[in-house]
């Protein structure tokens, strides 16, 4: 089982030293990947529910957070062999063809480490400050990503969708990675199962699915449509589950138990309010599962 780390770039979480310290910890642990929750902007009033809690955000939306992709740059040029990721990063806000410009170059100087994990959104006062439309945002990802992987693999894209569309372009440099990143789905419900479904690498699952079990189910149903839908590579898409428990002891019996279970990666939330602490954190976690 991987062993990641997840946070958002805010904080003493979002400083070039910080940053630093958890890609080079994370390497020196054995850590797969680091993933990055994002968002642009936080509205002073947001009416929206945020998902998967019944409430609001739990945290405070005023500390600064760093820009997405500068804070996984860091990370990217503190490390050799660490993936990262975007866990998740919502698609239906940003310019397809700008962003995909983006990523590329970023799989460009990791060496082709890059993960990117889409949801469509929750938060529609962001959406409303970004310009973005609200409805339909569920469709309108699925032809970013549909437009995005052109721009990636064509040597002169064009596209010609509902949301998107370009006349030929020149568009490089390519992703390392045939193909583009690995897409990873993030959400709530049938529409996120069915995307991963029908595209998505893996699924995360986020902090809802801590117990094996029901984490395992879920990845066989994703996996069951995937081969419905003839997909060759159905047994192969992924789960990723989010989870921390203060009790270390009881935290490694968790991790032990979904290695057993053979889920293919547990993503720990980053702890730590300093450097130091921060990298005394990420160095502990082998031990808590081996332990």
């Known amino acids: 089982m991987r062993l990641s780390l997840i946070l ?8 070039r030293e910080t940053l630093t ?15 990055f ?5 936080y509205p002073v009033e947001i009416a929206s529910t945020y998902p998967g809690t019944g409430g609001a955000l739990g945290y405070n939306a005023e500390t600064p957070q760093l820009d997405l992709t500068v804070a996984m740059t860091v990370v990217a040029l503190a490390t050799e062999r660490v993936g990262i990721g975007t866990s998740v990063v919502v698609l239906a806000q940003r310019n397809p063809v700008a962003f995909a410009k983006q990523l590329a170059s970023l799989d460009v100087i990791c060496g082709g480490r890059l993960a990117l994990g889409i949801g469509v959104g929750w938060c529609a006062e962001e959406f409303a400050a970004l310009g973005a439309p609200f409805a339909r945002r569920g469709a309108r990802t699925d032809e970013y990503v549909a437009a995005m992987r052109t721009l990636w693999t064509e040597p002169q894209p064009a596209f010609d969708g509902e949301f998107v569309k370009f006349a030929p372009l020149y568009c ?26 029908r595209y998505g690498a893996g699924f995360l699952a986020g902090a ?15 996996r069951r449509r995937a081969a419905d839908l003839g997909r060759p590579d159905a047994e192969r898409i992924g789960l990723q589950t989010t989870f921390w428990i203060p009790d270390h002891a009881a935290f490694g019996r968790r991790l032990r138990e ?5 889920l293919e990666e547990a993503c720990i939330p980053l702890q730590g309010r300093s450097t130091a602490e921060v ?3 990420i160095l502990s976690i082998p031990d808590l599962l081996s332990a």
Do not use: C
């Open 172 to 197: 490089n440099p390519k992703p390392v990675q045939p193909g583009g990143p690995q897409i990873w789905i993030g959400g709530y419900g049938e529409a996120a199962y069915e995307r991963t479904a």
């Open 21 to 35: 310290a958890v890609g080079e910890a994370a390497e020196q642990a054995g850590l797969s990947r680091v993933w």
């Open 279 to 281: 990298r005394d954190f």
């Open 258 to 262: 979904m290695r057993d279970a053979g």
């Open 208 to 222: 809802r699915l801590a117990d094996p079990e029901a984490a395992l189910r879920l990845r066989q149903d994703i």
């Open 37 to 41: 929750g994002d968002h642009i902007v």
């Open 8 to 15: 958002l770039p805010r904080g003493v979480h979002g400083t």
